[in-house]
């Protein structure tokens, strides 16, 4: 049996060797590098662009948005971001022209002899200059996007409580800061235009492609580099890259080159989106909540991008995984003169979870009541109904994670040694602890999966090997090492028979995009049905072979009755011979009776939600306010681990990125621009900062996901900021309600609170 | 200018503008382009290599400076077809997910073993608090190196 177990990963040797091949190691001949010129402004509109007649630009190619053939939009959900800006500058970083070369060096000499003029217009730089609609950017109100959740009667939910309690908590940008910055390379063909180069999603790039160029899904060949890492941050930018190499391919007739350098990364490609979100919640004084209202507003950026998507995650979470019988969750997301926000792992469920957690903190503080017990009193168990109405059937795993992650981290005893600790005097270091606790909807949400129809196959090949056909992509989380365990399992044959056919859209279907926690579950479901079915078939064709009606594939072998008829490969060479290749092609359909209904906002969100439980334990120094973590427990219940060590490895990975979401990572803005673009002051952890981990993985299976699996990609996300948040209030009293808890903010609270209980 | 050193135990000769960087020598001319960029100014390790012994960031150095030195870099690191104990040790421990720091990763191991053979969790994260990792959270990394240490 090859899942459950820790086989060594597919693609792990060239990683380490060197071997790999990532797009910046890939050179061709006669190709050019490209550059991107870029708007400085955040707003305003192109009234000249000159190019300086003293520099020779004959060994140039240069492309405006005069040069797109087809619409100049990046096909997405909306046709409203340009590739090109023709006149109006809508964020800074958009942009404008490209430029190509031989080599880096004339490049970036070009680009400095390039003059563009702007008639500046006033920016909308931040959401509530957005929500005063003084400057309209979008629409008539700013407004991307609107949902609305409403579930009971808030009115009544409202009187049945005995209290009121208010928050309003504030959620930043967030960098993706894969170590691999984006890059593409372009080689025309003579049939159309092949993309090479670091990304999640081959068929969104082919897609945006095809819209370019009028290509035909033929003409149009996008191949998946090795990609070092995404985390979103790679699912809708590489479409736009890809198309700027491919204009420059395309007008100069040669392999084009672009690789963002790390200050172009951090300054132009997709952020988390930055929010406000506000709680108004019922309770009554033993702890149950009666009523929830939520509004939640985020920051989508100079266009609409996936921001809708990313606005009805974050709503759908919005309540956190708590039974309320009255609710109402508004949302929007609204337009900034600000780059294009867009995915990062958890998708707008982090800055819902930080919101609605600490919450959770401050009815407990309000009410006296401890913050686990105020957590258990109020949790989503099996057979409860979420705020979408969702009945949760199966597959909850709320208390023992929660359970699992108190026991672990000893809580209860952190608790009280702290107190202990706290009654023997004033020290100026100050130890806190703080839980959190949080779900996360695996694939697309609503009848987004339905919609989609992911495909996925399986082929033999001449050797008699299995091969994979799907467009999940590698980025490192293990797509190709658990996809070949699913059908080594399912077919009954070695894992070390089973291979990966390149991500190359030329040669795997259209399994959707590599996101939303989907692929284990999703995408992994249709690969098994694909592998279940060539097991039937070739079982059939063996049995007839033999003439043995009870023939069964075990371990690569054919056997009947204890006895082995022959290898996998065998049989599979003998079919080849006889029916031609074998191959077989599934596509994902719903399990029954999910159901979503787009116009109301409600049924069932997503066919199973992940659990989580986080412990932080910190340590603040009262001189300077820094925060250190000095150890995170977490328990995830992620259905059945299909590789336990790579498991982990994400919920390690997304835990100490959350870390930084919660401590370190802020954007510094300056009109409209990010000023900290580099490695230098945006800080993301070292090994330093790495709090020890204890990983707790729980297994409530999914009926419906590939051997019971479900999604563990973006849970790991959601639960670190507000538990260090409620460690840091643990010790030091102060409530923080924005994030990163920076020394500056949390010495600003500390002394604020200090002022209010002097005067109490 | 025509600059001599030795790469993971082979002599080799470049011409080479003196002040370019030590990095685009490697992934350029020499094809070596195990060792990788992550940003271009020292802070995230993904260029590694070890030079006379140290590890230094190879985006850093002009090549000049390297004349008559000895340097290795990830390609330089497996033996006759054999993984490095700590290459081994990467891939069962799970060291390395997408790949990209990994070079510079197992680079500053490596001279870190090189000095101290049963280095303490806190020393390895000390060697390695130049090398940034996105994905895995260090944990797996830190099992990897002291895994290594422990049967080399
Ligand atoms: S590329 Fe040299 S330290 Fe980042
Ligand atoms: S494995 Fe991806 S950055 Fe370290």
Redesign the interface.
């Known amino acids: 049996m090859a899942v459950g177990q820790?086989v060594?990963?597919k693609?792990?040797?060239e990683?380490?060797?060197?071997?790999?091949?990532?797009i910046?190691?890939i050179?061709l001949e006669g190709m050019l590098y490209g550059k991107t010129i870029r708007s400085p402004l955040a707003r305003g509109l192109i009234k000249s662009i000159s190019f300086d007649t003293d520099f020779d630009w004959s060994p140039i190619t240069v492309c405006d948005w005069r040069d797109i053939p087809g619409e100049n939009f990046v096909a997405l959900i909306e046709n409203d971001q340009p590739l090109l800006v023709a006149r109006d500058v809508r964020h800074a970083e958009e942009p404008i022209l490209l430029i190509a070369a031989e080599s880096r060096t004339l490049v970036e000499e070009a680009a400095s002899r390039i003059r563009i003029e702007y008639e500046e217009l006033t920016p909308v730089l931040s959401i509530e200059e957005s929500l005063d609609c003084r400057e309209i950017i979008y629409g008539d109100d700013n407004v991307f996007k609107r949902f609305l959740i409403a579930r009971g009667e808030v009115d009544e939910g409202i009187n049945q409580g005995d209290l009121i309690i208010e928050g309003c908590y504030r959620v930043p940008h967030q960098e993706?800061?894969?170590?691999?910055?984006q890059g593409m390379i372009a080689i025309p063909t003579d049939t159309g235009m092949t993309v090479l180069g670091s990304m999640q999603c081959p068929y969104y790039v082919h897609k945006a492609l095809k819209q370019l160029f009028n290509l035909s899904d033929e003409q149009a060949v996008v191949i998946q580099t090795?990609?070092?890492?995404?985390?979103g941050g790679k699912e809708e930018y590489p479409s736009m890259i890809a198309c700027h190499a491919a204009l420059l391919a395309h007008k100069a007739q040669r392999p084009v080159k672009i690789i963002y350098?790390?200050a172009e990364d951090i300054a132009a490609t997709t952020k988390r989106h930055p929010g406000v979100i506000r709680h108004r919640t019922a309770v009554t004084r033993d702890g149950r909540l009666t009523a929830s209202e939520i509004d939640i507003v985020l920051d989508g950026g100079a266009y609409v991008t996936l921001t809708p998507v990313v606005l009805s995650r974050a709503a759908i979470h919005a309540l956190g995984p708590y039974r309320c019988e009255n609710v109402r969750i508004t949302a929007r997301a609204v337009a900034t003169n600000t780059p294009p926000n867009g995915a990062f792992r958890g998708f707008g469920a982090p800055q819902v979870a930080f919101a609605y957690e600490m919450q959770m903190e401050k009815i407990a503080l309000r009410l006296g009541i401890d913050p686990l017990e105020l957590r258990r009193i109020n949790m989503l168990k099996e057979g409860d109904i979420t705020a979408t109405g969702q009945q949760l059937r199966w597959s909850v795993g709320s208390e023992d994670v929660l359970n699992a992650a108190v026991e672990r981290s000893h809580f209860r005893e952190k608790q009280e040694a702290i107190q202990i600790e706290r009654a023997s005097g004033d020290s100026r270091k100050r130890r806190g602890v703080g839980l959190s606790f949080f779900f996360h909807g695996a694939g697309f949400t609503g009848s987004g999966e339905a919609k989609m129809k992911a495909r996925a196959g399986i082929e033999i090949t001449d050797q008699g090997r299995a091969r994979v056909l799907s467009s999940s992509t590698e980025?490192?989380?293990?797509t190709q090492t658990i996809f070949c365990q699913i059908v080594a399992d399912e077919l009954g044959i070695g894992f070390d028979d089973v291979e990966i056919e390149e991500t190359d859209t030329s040669r795997v279907p259209d399994s959707g995009p590599t996101v939303a926690s989907r692929t284990c579950m999703v995408v992994g479901r249709v690969i098994q049905l694909a592998a279940r079915e060539i097991k039937e078939k070739i079982k059939r064709f063996a049995a007839e072979l033999f003439g043995a009606p009870e023939i069964d594939l075990m371990e690569g072998r054919f056997v009947e009755g204890g006895k082995v008829l022959a290898s996998f490969a065998e049989v599979a060479r003998e079919y080849a011979a006889q029916n031609g290749k074998l191959k077989v092609e599934s596509q994902y359909a719903s399990p029954m009776g999910v159901e979503w209904d787009d116009d109301s906002y409600s049924g069932d969100a997503y066919p199973a939600f992940s659990w989580g439980a986080e412990v932080a334990e910190v340590e603040v120094d009262m001189d300077t306010f820094e925060v250190s973590v000095l150890k995170i427990t977490t328990a995830q219940d992620i259905g059945r681990a299909i590789h336990p060590?790579?498991a982990?490895?994400q919920i390690?990975?997304?835990?100490?990125?959350a870390v930084g979401y919660g401590l370190t990572e802020e954007l510094v803005w300056d009109q409209g621009r990010i000023v900290n673009r580099?490695?230098?002051n945006y800080i993301?952890p070292?090994?330093?900062d790495?709090p020890d981990?204890e990983t707790v993985i729980v297994e409530k299976e999914y009926p419906h996901g590939p051997f019971g699996a479900k999604g563990v990609g973006e849970l790991p996300m959601d639960g670190a900021a507000p538990a260090i948040a409620a460690a840091v209030l643990n010790a030091t009293g102060a409530f923080v309600s924005e994030i990163p808890v920076t020394p500056e903010r949390l010495m600003m609270i500390h002394e604020g609170t200090r002022r209010e209980s002097n005067e109490d | 200018m025509k600059i001599e050193f030795e790469i993971n135990n082979t002599r080799r000769e470049v011409d080479s503008p003196p002040m370019r960087r030590l990095l685009d020598v490697l992934?350029?001319d020499l094809r070596?382009?195990?060792?990788?960029?992550?940003?271009?100014?020292g802070?995230?390790g993904?260029c590694s290599v070890i030079v006379n012994g140290e590890v230094i960031n190879s985006c850093l150095v002009p090549v000049c400076q390297t004349a008559g030195a000895s340097i290795t870099?990830?390609?330089g690191?497996?033996k006759d077809g054999r993984?490095d104990p700590l290459?081994q040790a990467?891939?069962?421990?799970?060291g390395?997910?997408?790949?990209?720091?990994?070079?510079g990763m197992?680079i500053a191991a490596r001279a870190l073993l090189d000095i101290n053979s049963q280095p303490t969790r806190d020393e390895?994260?000390?060697a390695?608090?130049?090398?940034?990792?996105?994905?895995?959270?260090?944990?797996?990394?830190?099992d990897a190196i002291e895994k290594a240490a422990l049967d080399p």
């Open positions: 820790n060594l990963r693609e792990g040797v990683k380490l060797t060197g071997a790999a091949r990532y910046d190691d050179a993706q800061l894969y170590i691999e910055p090795m990609t070092g890492g995404g985390f350098d790390r980025i490192g989380q293990g060590l790579l982990a490895g390690e990975g997304g835990t100490l990125q580099m490695l230098t993301i070292t090994s330093m790495a981990m | 992934r350029e070596l382009t195990g060792t990788k960029e992550g940003c271009g100014e802070e995230c993904a870099t990830v390609e690191l497996a993984l290459q990467f891939l069962e421990c799970g390395a997910q997408c790949g990209i720091c990994t070079p197992l390895i994260k000390e390695i608090a130049g090398n940034l990792c996105r994905c895995t959270g260090y944990v797996k990394i830190i």
